[in-house]
């Protein structure tokens, strides 16, 4: 069943104090439904999402975690239930229900026969985390501002558009009215914002002796956007694994490291680490160019002196050449700086 995320009702305080205080079986169900998912997300356990009350839920979720006001919680709720609607739009193999699916969301998707067309700039906006040459404008089909794209294309654009639909919904909610509509769940909110937030501290790591202040502008910026609860690119994620690999940090440390990631499976990030780093390959990856990260939307050099370089194409290199500078200062003058 798709979640429509442009049904306007769902955003009024109104109608959240009335899944508490309503006398319905269905209110009661979305209630029981709502808090048991929070619980669950709140644990670090996969969200068992059925289909009975599913929008309802979904929408009580996100007034339960405007209240708990955790960003990294909120990232992995939305992403649990953006697999939960992805597998229902990849099951479906009507058109006309996937046209539908698509366009709940706000996508400006229509079907054309066994293809659909999607606005260029729709296309531009939700293909930007995406890689390869089928998300890249300049290899599709354009006509009349529309470009042409196969089923599996226009779901993961789709998901895209869920993830940034369901972030902006739980941005226009405000905490007060949250607060004030939920009351009666003050207790259940408060134990699990404790048990969520004593469970974050245990899982917190360090860069060991790895020194962050040489890092590169992208490898922070990847680190300070997980940190924050958004998952990164598949490209981003390679770069990040790769380079802290080659500057010394170890497959385990690393994947405690993305256990803040909102979409942390251990057993998937687990071989995926131990792939890029040869321990099951047999070869040990490097990071991506510069101009490969540039190219995939995931450069972050900013204004910064040394990224402006031409000379300068490897994120790598940055590091190398940062160290080797800190070389030349007296011991007084060198700093660490530890990542937790």
């Given at each position: 069943?798709?979640?429509?995320?442009?049904?306007t009702r769902y955003s009024e305080p109104d109608w959240a104090n009335s899944v508490l205080t309503g006398y319905s079986e269905d209110l009661y169900k979305t209630h029981k439904y709502?808090?048991?998912?929070?619980?669950?997300?709140?644990?670090?356990?996969?969200?068992?999402?059925?289909?009975?009350?599913?929008?309802?839920?979904?929408?009580?979720?996100?007034?339960?975690?405007?209240?708990?006001?955790?960003?990294?919680?909120?990232?992995?709720?939305?992403?649990?239930?953006?697999?939960?609607?992805?597998?229902?739009?990849?099951?479906?193999?009507?058109?006309?229900?996937?046209?539908?699916?698509?366009?709940?969301?706000?996508l400006d998707a229509t079907r054309l026969d066994e293809t659909f067309s999607v606005h260029f700039v729709d296309f531009i906006r939700y293909s930007k985390k995406l890689t390869g040459?089928?998300?890249?404008?300049?290899?599709?089909?354009?006509?009349?501002?529309?470009?042409?794209?196969?089923?599996?294309?226009?779901?993961?654009?789709?998901?895209?558009?869920?993830?940034?639909?369901?972030?902006?919904?739980?941005?226009?909610?405000?905490?007060?009215?949250?607060?004030?509509?939920?009351?009666?769940?003050?207790?259940?909110?408060?134990?699990?914002?404790?048990?969520?937030?004593?469970?974050?501290?245990?899982?917190?790591?360090?860069?060991?002796?790895?020194?962050?202040?040489?890092?590169?502008?992208?490898?922070?910026?990847?680190?300070?956007?997980?940190?924050?609860?958004?998952?990164?690119?598949?490209?981003?994620?390679?770069?990040?694994?790769?380079?802290?690999?080659?500057?010394?940090?170890?497959?385990?440390?690393?994947?405690?490291?993305?256990?803040?990631?909102?979409?942390?499976?251990?057993?998937?990030?687990?071989?995926?680490?131990?792939?890029?780093?040869?321990?099951?390959?047999?070869?040990?990856?490097?990071?991506?160019?510069?101009?490969?990260?540039?190219?995939?939307?995931?450069?972050?050099?900013?204004?910064?002196?040394?990224?402006?370089?031409?000379?300068?194409?490897?994120?790598?290199?940055?590091?190398?050449?940062?160290?080797?500078?800190?070389?030349?200062?007296?011991?007084?003058?060198?700093?660490?700086?530890?990542?937790?």
């Amino acid at each position: 069943m798709p979640i429509i995320l442009n049904n306007t009702r769902y955003s009024e305080p109104d109608w959240a104090n009335s899944v508490l205080t309503g006398y319905s079986e269905d209110l009661y169900k979305t209630h029981k439904y709502a808090t048991d998912l929070i619980s669950d997300v709140s644990e670090g356990s996969r969200l068992d999402v059925k289909e009975e009350h599913v929008e309802e839920a979904f929408f009580f979720c996100l007034w339960i975690l405007k209240c708990i006001d955790e960003s990294t919680l909120s990232s992995r709720f939305i992403n649990e239930m953006r697999d939960y609607v992805v597998r229902e739009a990849e099951s479906n193999k009507d058109p006309d229900v996937l046209e539908s699916i698509a366009q709940g969301t706000g996508l400006d998707a229509t079907r054309l026969d066994e293809t659909f067309s999607v606005h260029f700039v729709d296309f531009i906006r939700y293909s930007k985390k995406l890689t390869g040459n089928a998300y890249r404008l300049v290899f599709q089909p354009l006509s009349g501002g529309k470009v042409e794209v196969e089923p599996r294309i226009l779901v993961n654009l789709y998901r895209e558009k869920f993830v940034e639909s369901s972030f902006k919904f739980l941005a226009s909610i405000k905490k007060t009215e949250a607060l004030a509509a939920l009351s009666p769940m003050e207790e259940f909110i408060s134990s699990v914002k404790q048990e969520y937030l004593s469970r974050r501290k245990k899982e917190k790591v360090d860069l060991g002796n790895v020194d962050s202040s040489k890092f590169p502008p992208c490898i922070n910026e990847y680190l300070k956007l997980m940190r924050e609860g958004v998952n990164l690119p598949q490209m981003a994620r390679f770069t990040l694994v790769s380079f802290l690999h080659k500057v010394g940090m170890n497959s385990s440390d690393i994947i405690a490291l993305f256990r803040s990631a909102p979409d942390f499976n251990e057993k998937i990030t687990t071989y995926q680490v131990n792939h890029i780093t040869g321990e099951i390959s047999g070869t040990v990856y490097s990071p991506p160019k510069c101009s490969v990260l540039l190219s995939n939307h995931i450069c972050f050099k900013g204004e910064d002196p040394l990224c402006n370089q031409e000379w300068l194409k490897h994120p790598l290199r940055y590091y190398q050449i940062k160290k080797m500078r800190d070389m030349g200062k007296p011991q007084t003058q060198k700093t660490e700086k530890k990542v937790n």
